[in-house]
């Protein structure tokens, strides 16, 4: 249970990512956050009390987020984990060390090095498509560019919802996004 993690929500309820439980704990115990929802029935004991695990907390001060932080750590990692592990043009799965990042509009047609131009490809793909786009080369994408202009932690968030169900209502989910965040899988 302590290593498990909780989502963390800024005071206006916007998602900012996950910490962990004995984080959120310590947190709590010096007023900085309010438990919005437990773990189920999960506690954790100490030698006097029993303290019911969070799964959701919420800031009690506004903290200001700037959107460019959340899209430039570890890129590559975040892509390959978005697109899970996937050919994003023949749907194989395969290592980290086996696949390329994919530019869909490609740099030499003026396409940028963001997560939104940016997908998963293994090598034989990735070379057969060239300095084309996925319809010029007449090699379509089986993501969904409503997938790829989510932001990569709110995607990775949505992936972690998926076996937290009591986070789907913190996270603005809708059935149209969950289904096609469950069709990548």
Known sequence: MITG???LLNFSYEPLG???VARAI???FSGKLTVEEND????????STTFPVP???RLRNYVHVKRRRQETTMKRARIYIRDRYRCQYCGEHKHAKDLTLDHIL???QGGESTP???VSACVKCNQRKGNRTPEQARMPLLTSQKLLRLGLDHVLLCHYA????EWKKYLFMDEDLEAEIRLAA
Do not use: D, K, Q
Request: glycine content about 6%.
């Open 162 to 165: 998926e076996s937290r169900p």
């Open 26 to 28: 310590c947190m709590w």
């Open 40 to 47: 189920g029935e999960n506690v954790l004991h100490s030698p």
């Open 116 to 118: 939104h131009n940016l």
């Open 106 to 108: 490609p740099r030499a």
């Open 55 to 57: 799964s959701v907390v």
């Open 18 to 20: 996950t910490i962990g």
């Open 5 to 7: 993690r909780v989502l």
